[in-house]
């Protein structure tokens, strides 16, 4: 079997030839850039990363990984039409989207800019990541004001540095499809982090409580412009892409980020309504992103269509692989849950991977139903004798 046989296998709930795996098929199943640098330098090998998302400083996993690892997906993200060879504050070349202009400040840190001089994300001195700064739609006052926001709201989620033709990525797609994997689209839409990123974290968990009006203005004008966005991009890319994969955060480490009946009345439609759209217009099942414990949205997100969840953070609560795989293994697939990376893939022996890649195949994998990759994006931290561990496990335990 090859490696898109293997995860619609999975998929379908059957068990394929040996368990699939994914490193590097999505933008929250890969490798930061520090790890990717400490894990080839480990491995003997210099290579300079491509940063396809440079929030996370998330990396293109290179061909010479993937056959060295058995990987079976590959990732389709839009990408820039021109890339950047520039030095990481950290030591190390990256591949950059030439749009994406990294700017001292004074104190320190690193800023991204808008086309109007404002801030839109900033790193720390001394960190790894950028985090979002001041959301363009705070000041907002009434959902009438939308109306006039339609530039932000049409092209929200679509990386502004992702400025490649549509000819470009659908012979990107059609090149990747051609390799056998498992073709992985990110379409790049999310509903409640989109609230959180376009209005401010607090004032948007705010308005789900006490301004539903515009928390529903908001919500229709973000799925029209994504279903928009979906059919045109599946006319050109459908025969191509094998699995979708949307995003969104419902969870935190210790339970739901807001409650199961606050969801259902407040996301949930809308999530129907534009996963059915999606699904309709690539005729491909649909990845869901959510880190943090999520086991109390499950029921909703299979009845509105999620085929499979990523990451299956197992360390939150109510994430115990084998509960999970007896009260949903039925109807969703688990991409994820390989090994916790918030204690052992980083702080853990090689011994320790190891286990939790038994342990853990041995909860998921029969029947079917699962796509082996660690929980997350492998960080700088991790060593490498433990990335290499974790995949040499996987093929004992195959």
């Not at 929250?28 to 400490?38: D, E, F, M, P, Q």
Request: neutral net charge.
């Amino acid at each position: 079997m090859n490696g898109r046989e293997r995860v619609l296998a999975a998929l379908r709930h059957e068990e394929a030839d040996r368990v699939p795996r994914d490193l590097g098929g999505t933008e929250s199943s890969g490798l930061t850039a520090g790890a990717h640098v400490r894990l080839c330098r480990g491995l003997g090998v210099e290579h300079v990363p491509k940063v396809f998302e440079p929030f996370q400083y998330v990396s293109y996993v290179d061909a010479a990984l993937r056959g060295r690892f058995g990987i079976d997906t590959l990732n389709l993200t839009p990408e820039p039409a021109q890339w950047t060879l520039r030095r990481h504050p950290r030591g190390f070349d990256v591949y950059l989207p030439a749009r994406w202009r990294e700017e001292p400040a004074p104190d320190g840190s690193t800023v991204i800019r808008r086309g109007d001089g404002s801030v839109a994300a900033r790193r720390p001195a001394g960190g790894w990541y950028f985090d979002p700064a001041n959301p363009p739609l705070a000041g907002v006052r009434s959902p009438g004001e939308l109306a006039k926001c339609n530039g932000p709201l049409s092209a929200f989620d679509w990386p502004f540095f992702a400025d490649e033709e549509p000819a470009a990525m659908r012979g990107r797609a059609r090149a990747l499809h051609e390799q056998g994997g498992c073709v992985v689209l990110n379409l790049c839409c999310h509903l409640l982090a989109a609230g959180q990123l376009l209005r401010g974290f607090e004032t948007f968990m705010v308005d789900l409580l006490t301004d539903g009006e515009m928390v529903h203005a908001l919500l229709e004008r973000l799925v029209a412009a994504y279903v928009e966005r979906a059919e045109r991009l599946a006319h050109g890319l459908e025969p191509f892409v094998d699995v979708v994969l949307l995003n969104d955060d419902l969870g935190t480490q210790q339970g739901p980020m807001l409650s199961p009946d606050l969801y259902r009345k407040m996301v949930k439609p809308y999530q129907k309504l534009l996963f059915a759209r999606v699904k309709k217009a690539f005729a491909a099942p649909l990845l869901f992103h959510s880190c943090g414990s999520v086991r109390a949205f499950l029921p909703d997100l299979i009845e509105v269509g999620v085929d499979a969840l990523n990451p299956v953070q197992v360390s939150a609560a109510g994430m115990a692989p084998r509960e999970l795989k007896r009260a949903y293994g039925r109807e969703l697939t688990f991409w994820g849950g390989g090994v916790d990376t918030q204690r052992t893939l980083n702080r853990g022996t090689v011994a320790d991977v190891r286990d939790a890649v038994r342990r853990h195949v041995e909860a998921f994998a029969p029947g079917g139903g699962f796509v082996f990759c660690q929980v997350h994006n492998v960080q700088p931290d991790v060593p490498p004798e433990n990335v290499a561990a974790m995949f040499e496990a996987l093929d004992e335990y195959r």
